[in-house]
């Protein structure tokens, strides 16, 4: 099996690959791509690429229905920079409330001055803040990272509120007993002093932070935004920024309306930017191409449905193709002329592509090609 990678992946990743992989400089050479940032949306692979795994959570780099179409599988890596991002929040929250920011310009300005420690004393009332203990706290979003930056807020001491209508049974049982679970973000914008937001950027998802619902904020409310900068709409935010409506800005997506916010802290992209972040996605990447170049079992698939049949113990075909009817009985009429029994079949959709696994009981002698007449069969794979 060849990988290989459009960006520098761990070698905590990288090592966990068999002897039977090769990591070769050829894009179009590769079985599987294993990419971070590299924009792939002008990118034409060759067929011989089945596999793309992101080394993090966003994939706004990689064009996914195009290469869905193409019975490519695109993978991503969530919670594996969970704890990574959760830490930069809390540390948001805490120069959010402190003004340290504004205290550390000021010893860097006055620097040469020789009555610095005096002069200190004086200034240092223009930086004085509040704590967060006891402050309300609402989490927007509990996925991987919600749950994490919520938990830690409890254990701070403060009231949190959270909101996710798509939590999962995993993280529900994560989630702290003392975190308030509500209904809707409503009664956190209402409520909360600190507001922080942990969704993906979905078309009902962007600007979500918008004139309409800061005016249901609290005055002087604090909003992080370590997800996605589309979900805050930034000419909305620097109105409430300057009428003081929002006391604070924090984000880790420096762009040209957000470096020059007034009351903004502005972090540079650092959220995952840990070597323990980078390691955990890497091992993550590479271990989901693995299991599905050799077994063809999905897990975090950010374009086809997630499906495990376990580890292959004969003959396996794997079926990359359009969720429509009849294409299933026309497959396994293949199998049939074949002489070929199916012992199990899998098989799920994700709208408008679907994946099935079948195992044959006995090793029979087929070719991909067998398949090419079949109607939106996209992508057949023998795996012997």
Request: hydrophobic share 40%.
């Amino acid at each position: 099996m060849k990988i290989n990678c459009l960006n520098k992946i761990s070698k905590a990743g990288l090592s966990l690959l068999k002897d039977n992989y090769e990591i070769v400089e050829d894009v179009n050479c590769a079985d599987a791509i294993l990419v971070r940032s590299q924009a792939m949306h002008d990118m034409e692979l060759d067929n011989n690429v089945k596999a793309i795994a992101r080394a993090g959570a966003g994939v706004n780099n990689i064009p996914l229905d195009k290469y869905a179409k193409e019975g490519i599988v695109v993978f991503n890596t969530p919670g594996a920079n969970a704890n990574g991002v959760k830490e930069l929040v809390i540390a948001g929250l805490l120069l959010s409330s402190r003004k340290i920011v504004d205290g550390i310009n000021w010893v860097t300005e006055n620097k040469e001055a020789e009555t610095i420690a005096k002069d200190v004393e004086k200034a240092k009332s223009k930086f004085a803040g509040g704590e967060i203990a006891g402050k309300k706290l609402g989490v927007i979003g509990l996925g991987a990272i919600g749950v994490l930056v919520a938990n830690a807020a409890v254990a701070l001491g403060m009231e949190v509120y959270g909101c996710d209508p798509f939590l999962s049974v995993d993280n529900a049982r994560a989630l702290s007993k003392d975190v308030n679970y509500v209904k809707s973000n409503e009664e956190i914008y209402e409520n909360c002093d600190y507001i922080t937001i942990h969704v993906p950027a979905l078309p009902d998802t962007k600007g979500m932070i918008n004139k309409n619902t800061i005016g249901q904020m609290k005055d002087g409310v604090v909003v992080l935004n370590f997800a996605r900068d589309v979900l805050v709409n930034e000419d909305d935010m620097k109105e409430a920024l300057e009428a003081n409506k929002v006391a604070c800005y924090v984000t880790d997506f420096p762009n040209p309306k957000t470096k020059d916010m007034k009351n903004a802290v502005v972090i540079p992209h650092l959220g995952a930017s840990t070597e323990e972040s980078e390691d955990n996605c890497a091992r993550m990447a590479v271990k989901q191409v693995m299991d599905y170049l050799e077994n063809g079992n999905i897990k975090n698939s950010v374009n086809y449905p997630a499906l495990d049949a376990g580890v292959k113990k004969g003959l396996r075909i794997t079926i990359n193709h359009t969720n429509m009817p009849g294409i299933i009985n026309k497959v396994t009429d293949v199998i049939t002329k074949k002489n070929g029994n199916i012992e199990n079949m899998y098989s799920k959709s994700k709208g408008e592509f679907a994946y099935t696994i079948l195992d044959i009981d006995h090793a029979i002698d087929v070719d991909p090609k067998e398949f090419d007449h079949v109607e939106g069969v996209l992508r057949v794979r023998v795996l012997n």
